[in-house]
């Protein structure tokens, strides 16, 4: 397989996750793409197109509860940030939280984390190719140590920083 083709499929396999396109079709979709480049020896953007414009044809409409889903989980996200400076401003300085010591905010940031990691989870589901069983995209697994090293990360930046400005 060429870089093209990967890029290709790392494009495709975006596209069609953003159209609302389950992972198990996607597999399907993408060994077929990559079968016919396989046989045929053509570039898939000579085949099929442009991803995106490909991916388009499959694409389903979301339902009401997914975007009231994402706001939500949006509104999670951005209350986790906020609880985590507070958290870490606050445990450093010395100063409390709604009268409770500091660190109890970063505890509540760090439970608002999940169920943003969870929906993550779930809307990133594994892709097999249906040919081999292998992945195509990176499991659940590799998107929860992400976000959560991400995470870490950035609630280390925070306290590094407020240590460092004083």
């Known amino acids: 397989m060429t870089t093209s083709t990967d890029s290709y499929r790392r494009d495709l396999v975006l596209a069609l996750r953003m159209g609302n396109v389950p992972p198990d079709r996607i597999g399907e979709i993408v060994a077929e793409v990559e079968s016919h480049v396989a046989d045929t020896g053509e570039s898939p953007v000579e085949a099929f197109g442009p991803p995106r ?3 388009a044809g499959f694409a389903r409409p979301r339902r009401a509860g997914d975007v009231v ?3 939500v989980l949006t509104g999670f996200g951005a209350a986790c940030g906020w609880l985590l400076a507070t958290g870490v401003v606050g445990t450093v300085r010395g100063e409390t ?3 409770f010591p500091a660190w109890t905010a970063l505890v509540l940031g760090a439970l608002l984390w999940i169920p ?10 594994s892709i097999r190719d249906p040919r081999t069983g292998g992945f195509l995209a990176p499991p659940p697994a590799a998107v929860v140590l992400t976000m959560s090293g991400f995470l ?3 609630t280390l930046g ?3 920083g407020t240590v460092l400005a004083g």
């Open 116 to 125: 943003p990691l969870l929906a993550s989870v779930r809307r990133n589901a």
């Open 53 to 55: 414009e490909y991916a």
């Open 158 to 160: 925070l306290w590094v």
């Open 152 to 154: 870490a990360l950035l």
């Open 97 to 99: 939280f709604l009268g």
């Open 69 to 71: 889903s994402l706001l």
